[in-house]
């Protein structure tokens, strides 16, 4: 159990980390 529990947490960290660079450019897009 624990290591589907490890592993959802990894990608829930990857996907946060994308969706917080997408939203960067994004914003930055907006900037400009």
Same mark, same amino acid.
């Given at each position: 159990?624990?290591?589907? *529990?490890?592993?959802?947490? &990894?990608? @829930?960290?990857? &996907?946060? &980390?994308?969706? &917080?660079?997408? *939203?960067? @450019? @994004? ?6």
């Amino acid at each position: 159990f624990w290591e589907g *529990a490890e592993q959802m947490r &990894s990608r @829930l960290t990857v &996907s946060n &980390s994308a969706f &917080s660079d997408s *939203a960067e @450019l @994004l914003r930055e897009d907006r900037d400009r």
